[in-house]
């Protein structure tokens, strides 16, 4: 059998870490298979031939940073696909404004199309969907109610489960993440996850670093540790953290931080989802451009911004979005769950109904074979 071409497209932190779990069951299932595209360095460590690497420069909303980058990212990859080296098969994880016009290219080449954590249609600009209707071959869907609302759109689908479900299986006890951060197993701790792009940080980061100085006015022992993204700038965090709180760095660690913490601030984000199936307690908050914001409430058909909220279809975190993201605000909803066991326990409840609804272990390897199922037909 001639070894299949696979192209992997992801464009952030996350999207590299889901394929980095796709890329290593790729290889278990055939081990021969030429893997390449774009991703970071966890697509690249699970054995991709890193064609382009955007994940530092990853882009939100309305916001025109980073789009030289792209662009030329982009142009790269359609050369790749139109060309005599052109997959068997493209895989593309989340990143839609960019995937979803690789994806035409795609098609007009004859290549098959997979979408590894699809566009969020169902909460908001649904007007993709017949674009993806006619560009796409399958959607991977990652949640539950993801199947029916594809199926009556006419999108081919499968539901693989959630990727985390995978990813965190390996995910450390309490007590070895406290170890690893050197935190005393009775410490009071505060994680701070605040984004993987450069944007987030700039303008996420102010608002917890607020909210931490008036805990830690309150709270003397509280002890803060932020989870810093590989793709993000060390530099910027300490200029933004300079002179304020004391808050623990730790780079590429962002798992042990949330199961070490008693609560976590996090930014709206697949980190949610994460911190939720670790079981630790959060708030969540963002900040955008007004531009970005502007268009995100003009196109969001659900209420909440939080994945957390979204796949319970209630608001089971509190989430703090634009002007109502502010330090007060994000320290006196932490101060509440912190004061009150009653209030951590229901968030807990809820993380466990939603982690039993993403599906049982073995994601990667579902949607590995249903990749090289696309793959065989094109080949």
Not at 37 to 59: I, K, Q
Not at 132 to 144: D, H, I, N, Y
Request: charged share 20%; proline share 6%; glycine share 8%.
């Amino acid at each position: 059998m001639i070894a299949p071409r696979i192209m992997l497209v992801a464009g952030e932190a996350s999207g590299d870490l889901h394929g980095a779990s796709l890329c290593r069951a790729l290889r278990e299932r055939v081990p021969e298979a030429r893997l390449s595209g774009m991703g970071g360095v966890r697509m690249a460590a699970a054995g991709m031939d890193v064609l382009e690497n955007v994940t530092a420069g990853a882009v939100m909303g309305a916001s025109t940073r980073g789009i030289v980058p792209l662009y030329r990212a982009y142009r790269r990859l359609q050369a790749r696909i139109a060309g005599p080296e052109r997959p068997d098969a493209l895989v593309l994880i989340d990143f839609p404004e960019f995937n979803m016009r690789l994806a035409r290219t795609a098609r007009r080449h004859g290549v098959p199309v997979v979408y590894f954590i699809p566009p969020q249609v169902w909460a908001w600009r649904a007007w993709r969907l017949r674009a993806m209707r006619r560009a796409l071959s399958l959607v991977l869907a990652v949640f539950p109610f993801e199947p029916p609302f594809y199926r009556r759109a006419g999108v081919p689908v499968e539901y693989v489960g959630h990727p985390l479900v995978d990813t965190l299986a390996g995910a450390p006890t309490r007590g070895q993440a406290r170890a690893r951060l050197g935190l005393a197993d009775d410490a009071l701790v505060v994680g701070l996850l605040p984004g993987s792009r450069q944007g987030e940080i700039e303008d996420v980061l102010p608002v917890m670093r607020d909210a931490a100085a008036r805990l830690a006015a309150d709270r003397s022992e509280v002890r803060f540790v932020l989870a810093l993204a590989p793709t993000v700038d060390s530099g910027l965090v300490k200029r933004h953290l300079y002179g304020g709180t004391p808050i623990a760095v730790a780079r590429d660690a962002a798992q042990d931080v949330m199961r070490a913490a008693d609560l976590v601030l996090a930014t709206s984000g697949t980190v949610t989802l994460e911190a939720a199936m670790l079981g630790t307690p959060m708030v969540v908050c963002y900040r955008v451009s007004r531009l970005s914001a502007m268009m995100i409430r003009s196109l969001i058909r659900v209420p909440w911004m939080c994945l957390v909220n979204i796949a319970l279809g209630r608001e089971a975190v509190p989430e703090l979005f634009q002007e109502d993201a502010t330090g007060a605000r994000v320290a006196a909803e932490a101060a509440r769950l912190l004061d009150d066991e009653g209030a951590r326990e229901a968030q807990r409840a809820a993380f466990r109904e939603l982690t039993a609804g993403l599906g049982e272990p073995g994601v990667g390897a579902r949607a590995a074979g249903l990749v090289l199922s696309a793959a065989r037909v094109a080949s």
